[in-house]
């Protein structure tokens, strides 16, 4: 094959893999080649699949329900998705206000696409999920992003958000809870975020993949606190990949005015058709089913948490804000940083890995040098023995 380079679209200059895929990646490269590797950098659950969720699949299979589908998704789906958010947050909304995607990753995607474009100015926070950022670029639109900080426990703030706002802004993108420091933004916050980006004629994007793994019984109903003020401006992506352990499933949706949804199926007509029909059903089945499972995970997450938090915080050197949601710790590795040994959390990172095979991701990922993202979605023997290695690496290097 020839060895010259390729000429691609200008657009792939502005974007490029996504540095937590490529953890992972990474992790599977040194599992195959027979390294006994300790996985913290993964952004998914290590529970199955609830059997109730697996079990819809197979009836699905045993139907024979494997063609296409309705290109929103199945009027099944979309009731269940827009029964969940009448229960949960108290939003009156019908099947054509929901498109069921790929994925949370694809409802931004298609709200990007739909939404964005060269000239506007879309707001958004870090440390933050770095597709975010990336789908604005791809959009032809300028990402505007502001920082949250350690020392507020990278709590998400209205005023900061709207000190950003220029007269090119065309709407604010919040997730919450974050990734990765798994902060929230606060429903004080968010009445305030609301009525003013309503004054200012702005769209609210919220990205709620996490939303329903939200510790110590924290009021977080954003969607109504944002649909209260400004329900025709306002979109909401979701996702069963997190709350129901289904990320290979690849089974989301995006919930918004019907002229946003009708755009989202037109560009989703030219791409991905339909999500997976045996994944709709699947996703019914979690919706609609019994949510013990759910309950149960979060409070597996939650003894987690606070054990990892206390394991590092045997070493004050880790700077680390309690995450309030998600499955994420955030701790400083800045201690552990010199000009003449470990210079970034990225060379951190990728030393921790070939010295002690304990994946993390370096917080440069999400435009916070100097952080590293632990993932708590392991066992708990698992994640002793890989902060216990964390931290004799980061010893041994101090």
């Known amino acids: 094959m020839s060895t010259q380079p390729i000429p691609l679209a200008d657009r792939m200059e502005r974007i490029g893999l996504s540095p937590t895929i490529r953890a992972t990646m990474e992790a599977d490269r040194l599992r195959r080649s027979g390294v006994d590797v300790i996985d913290l950098g993964a952004g ?11 079990a819809a699949a197979h009836a699905a299979l045993d139907q024979q329900f494997t063609k296409y589908t309705a290109n929103p998704g199945i009027l099944e789906l979309r009731q269940a998705i827009a029964e969940r958010y009448r229960q949960d947050y108290g ?5 054509e206000h929901v498109i069921a995607t790929a994925g949370g990753k694809q409802a931004l995607f298609h709200v990007a696409l739909s939404l964005f474009g060269p000239g506007d100015e879309v707001v958004t926070h870090t440390p933050g999920w770095p597709t975010i950022v990336e789908q604005i670029k791809i959009a032809g639109a300028t ?3 502001v920082r949250t900080r350690l020392e507020d426990g990278f709590a998400v703030r209205a005023a900061t958000l709207l000190a950003a706002v220029t007269p090119r ?12 420091t798994g902060a929230l933004l606060d429903e004080a916050e968010a009445a305030l975020l609301a009525r003013e980006a309503a004054r200012l004629g702005l769209w609210v994007v919220l990205d709620l993949c996490y939303e329903r793994l939200v510790y110590d019984e924290r009021p977080h109903r954003l969607p109504s606190i944002f649909a209260e003020a400004m329900a025709d401006r306002l979109l909401l992506a979701g996702s069963a990949s997190k709350a129901w352990a289904m990320t290979g499933w690849r089974s989301g949706w995006l919930v918004g005015p019907e002229a946003v949804i009708k755009a ?13 029909s045996i994944a709709q059903k699947a996703t019914v089945a979690a ?4 949510q013990a499972c759910v309950t149960e995970m979060l409070a597996e997450y939650r003894r987690r948490r606070d054990q ?6 045997e070493d004050a050197r880790f700077e680390c804000a309690v995450p309030q949601g998600a499955f994420y710790v955030f701790p400083s590795v800045a201690a552990f940083l010199s000009p003449d040994r ?14 002690e095979h304990v994946v993390t991701t370096a917080g440069e990922a999400f435009d916070a040098p100097g952080f590293l993202r632990v993932s708590y979605a392991a066992s708990l023997d698992l994640l002793k023995e890989g902060i216990s290695r964390l931290v004799r690496f980061a010893r041994r290097h101090a």
């Open 44 to 54: 998914e659950p290590d529970f199955p699949t609830p059997p109730h969720i697996v």
């Open 91 to 95: 939003l009156a909304i019908g099947p």
């Open 143 to 145: 990402p505007v992003v």
């Open 169 to 180: 802004t065309r709407a604010i993108i919040v997730n919450s809870p974050g990734n990765p």
């Open 264 to 276: 989202a199926g037109a560009l989703q007509s030219h791409t991905t058709s339909n999500v997976n």
């Open 287 to 290: 919706l609609t089913g019994p």
């Open 308 to 313: 990892v938090i206390a394991w590092l915080g």
């Open 342 to 355: 470990l210079r970034t959390s990225l060379q951190f990172s990728e030393r921790l890995l070939a010295d």
